[in-house]
T-cell receptor, first 114, second 110 residues
Framework: GAVVSQHPSRVICKSGTSVKIECRSLDFQATTMFWYRQFPKKSLMLMATSNEGSKATYEQGVEKDKFLINHASLTLSTLTVTSAHPEDSSFYIC??????????FGDGTRLSIL | LAKTTQPISMDSYEGQEVNITCSHNNIATNDYITWYQQFPSQGPRFIIQGYKTKVTNEVASLFIPADRKSSTLSLPRGSLSDTAVYYCLVEAGGYNKLIFGAGTRLAVHP
Protein backbone atom coordinates (compact mmCIF):
# COMPACT_ATOMS: atom_id res chain seq x y z
CA GLY A 1 0.00 0.00 0.00
CA ALA A 2 0.82 3.72 0.04
CA VAL A 3 2.20 3.98 -3.48
CA VAL A 4 3.07 7.31 -5.04
CA SER A 5 3.70 7.40 -8.78
CA GLN A 6 5.68 10.24 -10.32
CA HIS A 7 5.92 10.85 -14.03
CA PRO A 8 8.02 11.35 -16.07
CA SER A 9 11.12 9.88 -14.49
CA ARG A 10 13.43 11.85 -16.74
CA VAL A 11 13.08 14.92 -18.92
CA ILE A 12 15.63 16.51 -21.20
CA CYS A 13 14.54 19.68 -22.96
CA LYS A 14 15.71 22.97 -24.36
CA SER A 15 15.97 26.17 -22.41
CA GLY A 16 12.72 28.13 -22.40
CA THR A 17 10.49 25.07 -22.40
CA SER A 18 7.87 24.54 -19.73
CA VAL A 19 7.86 21.11 -18.12
CA LYS A 20 5.03 19.46 -16.23
CA ILE A 21 5.62 16.73 -13.64
CA GLU A 22 2.76 14.62 -12.32
CA CYS A 23 2.47 13.04 -8.90
CA ARG A 24 -0.28 10.52 -8.18
CA SER A 25 -1.25 8.64 -5.06
CA LEU A 26 -2.39 5.26 -6.33
CA ASP A 27 -4.05 3.66 -3.33
CA PHE A 28 -4.85 6.41 -0.89
CA GLN A 29 -6.26 9.90 -0.79
CA ALA A 30 -3.52 12.49 -0.63
CA THR A 31 -4.91 15.27 1.50
CA THR A 32 -1.51 16.94 1.37
CA MET A 33 1.23 16.76 -1.23
CA PHE A 34 4.74 18.12 -1.10
CA TRP A 35 7.32 18.98 -3.73
CA TYR A 36 11.04 18.76 -3.10
CA ARG A 37 14.16 19.52 -5.03
CA GLN A 38 17.46 17.69 -4.57
CA PHE A 39 20.91 18.48 -5.90
CA PRO A 40 23.60 15.79 -6.25
CA LYS A 41 24.80 14.46 -2.89
CA LYS A 42 22.62 16.98 -1.05
CA SER A 43 19.54 16.57 1.06
CA LEU A 44 15.99 17.18 -0.07
CA MET A 45 14.85 20.77 -0.03
CA LEU A 46 11.16 21.42 0.44
CA MET A 47 9.76 23.69 -2.24
CA ALA A 48 6.06 23.80 -1.46
CA THR A 49 3.15 22.17 0.31
CA SER A 50 -0.25 21.80 -1.26
CA ASN A 51 -3.60 20.74 0.10
CA GLU A 52 -6.29 19.49 -2.24
CA GLY A 53 -8.34 22.34 -3.60
CA SER A 54 -6.17 25.05 -2.06
CA LYS A 55 -3.33 27.19 -3.26
CA ALA A 56 0.12 25.84 -2.56
CA THR A 57 2.26 27.26 0.22
CA TYR A 58 5.75 27.97 -1.03
CA GLU A 59 8.91 27.92 1.04
CA GLN A 60 10.97 31.07 1.27
CA GLY A 61 13.04 31.69 -1.83
CA VAL A 62 10.92 29.50 -4.13
CA GLU A 63 9.32 31.48 -6.94
CA LYS A 64 5.65 30.61 -7.19
CA ASP A 65 5.41 31.97 -10.74
CA LYS A 66 8.31 29.80 -11.78
CA PHE A 67 7.12 26.61 -10.13
CA LEU A 68 3.38 26.27 -10.63
CA ILE A 69 1.70 23.72 -8.42
CA ASN A 70 -1.80 22.38 -8.89
CA HIS A 71 -3.48 19.92 -6.53
CA ALA A 72 -6.85 19.57 -8.18
CA SER A 73 -7.85 16.20 -6.77
CA LEU A 74 -7.11 13.93 -3.85
CA THR A 75 -4.89 11.75 -6.01
CA LEU A 76 -3.06 14.16 -8.31
CA SER A 77 -0.71 17.08 -7.98
CA THR A 78 1.32 18.64 -10.75
CA LEU A 79 4.44 20.80 -10.74
CA THR A 80 5.08 22.90 -13.82
CA VAL A 81 8.52 24.43 -14.24
CA THR A 82 7.83 27.39 -16.47
CA SER A 83 10.35 28.67 -19.01
CA ALA A 84 12.98 26.33 -17.63
CA HIS A 85 16.65 27.29 -17.75
CA PRO A 86 19.80 25.26 -17.08
CA GLU A 87 19.87 26.35 -13.44
CA ASP A 88 16.50 24.62 -12.98
CA SER A 89 18.12 21.28 -13.77
CA SER A 90 17.70 19.11 -10.71
CA PHE A 91 16.01 16.04 -9.23
CA TYR A 92 12.42 16.85 -8.30
CA ILE A 93 10.58 14.58 -5.88
CA CYS A 94 6.98 14.63 -4.74
CA UNK A 95 5.44 13.09 -1.67
CA UNK A 96 1.91 12.58 -0.47
CA UNK A 97 0.21 11.86 2.79
CA UNK A 98 -3.27 10.99 3.91
CA UNK A 99 -4.25 13.02 6.96
CA UNK A 100 -1.64 12.41 9.70
CA UNK A 101 -0.07 9.32 8.17
CA UNK A 102 3.64 9.29 7.20
CA UNK A 103 4.60 10.84 3.89
CA UNK A 104 5.24 8.52 0.97
CA PHE A 105 7.49 9.59 -1.86
CA GLY A 106 7.54 9.22 -5.60
CA ASP A 107 10.68 8.03 -7.37
CA GLY A 108 11.58 11.49 -8.58
CA THR A 109 12.01 13.25 -11.91
CA ARG A 110 15.43 14.12 -13.20
CA LEU A 111 15.13 17.35 -15.16
CA SER A 112 17.94 18.38 -17.48
CA ILE A 113 17.69 21.69 -19.30
CA LEU A 114 20.08 22.15 -22.21
CA LEU B 1 10.24 22.51 13.75
CA ALA B 2 12.64 20.37 15.75
CA LYS B 3 16.13 20.16 14.29
CA THR B 4 17.82 16.79 14.00
CA THR B 5 21.51 15.89 14.09
CA GLN B 6 22.92 12.67 12.66
CA PRO B 7 26.41 11.42 11.82
CA ILE B 8 27.33 12.35 8.27
CA SER B 9 28.51 8.86 7.43
CA MET B 10 28.87 5.34 8.84
CA ASP B 11 30.51 2.13 7.77
CA SER B 12 29.44 -1.38 8.66
CA TYR B 13 29.86 -4.93 7.45
CA GLU B 14 27.50 -7.57 6.20
CA GLY B 15 25.77 -9.47 8.96
CA GLN B 16 26.51 -6.87 11.63
CA GLU B 17 23.83 -4.92 13.41
CA VAL B 18 23.71 -1.32 12.30
CA ASN B 19 22.68 1.42 14.69
CA ILE B 20 22.24 5.01 13.55
CA THR B 21 21.53 7.56 16.25
CA CYS B 22 19.79 10.86 15.78
CA SER B 23 19.52 13.67 18.29
CA HIS B 24 16.49 15.97 18.45
CA ASN B 25 16.89 17.97 21.63
CA ASN B 26 13.97 20.33 21.08
CA ILE B 27 11.38 17.74 20.14
CA ALA B 28 7.87 18.82 21.08
CA THR B 29 5.25 16.84 22.92
CA ASN B 30 3.18 16.01 19.84
CA ASP B 31 6.14 15.29 17.54
CA TYR B 32 6.73 11.88 15.98
CA ILE B 33 10.09 10.52 14.84
CA THR B 34 10.26 9.10 11.33
CA TRP B 35 13.13 7.47 9.45
CA TYR B 36 13.50 7.30 5.69
CA GLN B 37 15.97 5.50 3.43
CA GLN B 38 17.08 6.88 0.08
CA PHE B 39 18.97 5.17 -2.72
CA PRO B 40 20.61 7.21 -5.50
CA SER B 41 18.17 8.61 -8.05
CA GLN B 42 15.14 7.41 -6.08
CA GLY B 43 12.71 9.05 -3.71
CA PRO B 44 13.02 8.38 0.01
CA ARG B 45 11.35 5.24 1.30
CA PHE B 46 9.53 5.18 4.64
CA ILE B 47 11.21 2.82 7.10
CA ILE B 48 9.65 3.31 10.50
CA GLN B 49 7.93 5.82 12.73
CA GLY B 50 7.64 6.02 16.49
CA TYR B 51 6.67 8.23 19.38
CA LYS B 52 8.29 6.58 22.40
CA THR B 53 9.96 3.38 23.67
CA LYS B 54 10.48 0.78 20.96
CA VAL B 55 8.86 0.15 17.62
CA THR B 56 9.69 -2.82 15.41
CA ASN B 57 8.63 -3.78 11.93
CA GLU B 58 9.84 -6.28 9.36
CA VAL B 59 12.89 -4.25 8.37
CA ALA B 60 14.03 -2.25 11.39
CA SER B 61 13.61 -1.27 15.01
CA LEU B 62 13.40 2.21 16.44
CA PHE B 63 14.51 2.87 20.00
CA ILE B 64 13.40 6.07 21.70
CA PRO B 65 14.48 6.81 25.29
CA ALA B 66 12.09 8.27 27.82
CA ASP B 67 13.23 11.87 27.29
CA ARG B 68 12.74 11.47 23.49
CA LYS B 69 15.71 13.74 22.79
CA SER B 70 17.30 11.09 20.63
CA SER B 71 16.39 7.98 18.71
CA THR B 72 18.26 5.03 17.26
CA LEU B 73 17.42 3.21 14.07
CA SER B 74 18.58 -0.39 14.21
CA LEU B 75 18.97 -2.67 11.21
CA PRO B 76 19.37 -6.14 12.72
CA ARG B 77 21.65 -7.68 10.10
CA GLY B 78 23.26 -5.27 7.68
CA SER B 79 23.38 -6.27 4.06
CA LEU B 80 24.99 -4.70 1.02
CA SER B 81 21.55 -3.57 -0.09
CA ASP B 82 21.27 -1.42 3.03
CA THR B 83 23.91 0.93 1.63
CA ALA B 84 21.96 4.17 1.32
CA VAL B 85 21.34 7.54 2.94
CA TYR B 86 19.18 7.47 6.06
CA TYR B 87 17.21 10.48 7.21
CA CYS B 88 15.81 11.05 10.67
CA LEU B 89 12.93 13.51 10.79
CA VAL B 90 10.74 14.93 13.48
CA GLU B 91 7.24 16.01 12.59
CA ALA B 92 4.24 17.14 14.52
CA GLY B 93 1.27 14.86 14.43
CA GLY B 94 -1.05 16.18 11.77
CA TYR B 95 -0.34 17.93 8.51
CA ASN B 96 3.04 19.51 9.13
CA LYS B 97 5.82 19.52 6.61
CA LEU B 98 9.05 17.57 6.80
CA ILE B 99 12.37 19.35 6.83
CA PHE B 100 15.19 17.04 5.84
CA GLY B 101 18.60 17.29 7.48
CA ALA B 102 21.79 16.10 5.88
CA GLY B 103 21.15 12.43 6.62
CA THR B 104 23.60 9.62 7.32
CA ARG B 105 25.37 7.98 4.43
CA LEU B 106 25.66 4.30 5.38
CA ALA B 107 28.05 2.01 3.57
CA VAL B 108 27.80 -1.72 4.27
CA HIS B 109 30.90 -3.62 3.17
CA PRO B 110 31.34 -7.30 2.30
Amino acid sequence: GAVVSQHPSRVICKSGTSVKIECRSLDFQATTMFWYRQFPKKSLMLMATSNEGSKATYEQGVEKDKFLINHASLTLSTLTVTSAHPEDSSFYICSARENNQPQHFGDGTRLSIL
Amino acid sequence: LAKTTQPISMDSYEGQEVNITCSHNNIATNDYITWYQQFPSQGPRFIIQGYKTKVTNEVASLFIPADRKSSTLSLPRGSLSDTAVYYCLVEAGGYNKLIFGAGTRLAVHP
